[in-house]
């Protein structure tokens, strides 16, 4: 089992960057692919970032391209999701997972993730 921690969220203006962290208990954090999703007040969780076992390969949603950048320090049991050129629309509670299978990698879907933080609030003033 894993337990995920996210921190890093506040308030920033528009423009404005944030590094959010999701530090993962266990030893076997490295064999995990990992996602960042995001929901704001009143809208379904949506997926924002996600990220294979050895940091190689990456996958975005179009919203965040060009200014979210995922990384992974499986030293740390940590992975990042670095904001920059935040807008009002990314206000939102975030959330990291993980996914511990195996197999075809549907990445942007909740449900192929086994285990949730419990987010971190990310406000971007205008």
């Known amino acids: 089992q894993v337990q995920l921690v996210e921190s890093g969220g506040g308030v920033v203006q528009a423009g404005g960057s944030l590094r959010l962290s999701c530090a993962a208990s266990g030893r076997t954090f490295s064999s995990y692919r990992m996602g960042w999703f995001r929901q704001a007040p009143g809208k379904e969780r949506e997926f924002v970032a996600a990220?294979?076992?050895?940091?190689?390969?990456?996958y975005y949603a179009d919203f965040v391209k060009g200014r979210f950048t995922i990384s992974r320090d499986n030293a740390k049991n940590t992975v990042y999701l670095e904001m920059n050129s935040l807008k009002p629309e990314d206000t939102a509670v975030y959330y990291c997972?993980?996914?511990?299978?195996?197999?075809?990698?549907?990445?942007?879907?909740?449900?192929?993730?086994?285990?949730w933080g419990q987010g971190t609030q990310v406000t971007v003033s205008s």
């Open positions: 997972a993980a996914d511990g299978n195996s197999g075809y990698y549907a990445y942007s879907s909740q449900r192929t993730y086994d285990y």
């Open positions: 990220i294979r076992q050895s940091g190689a390969t990456t």
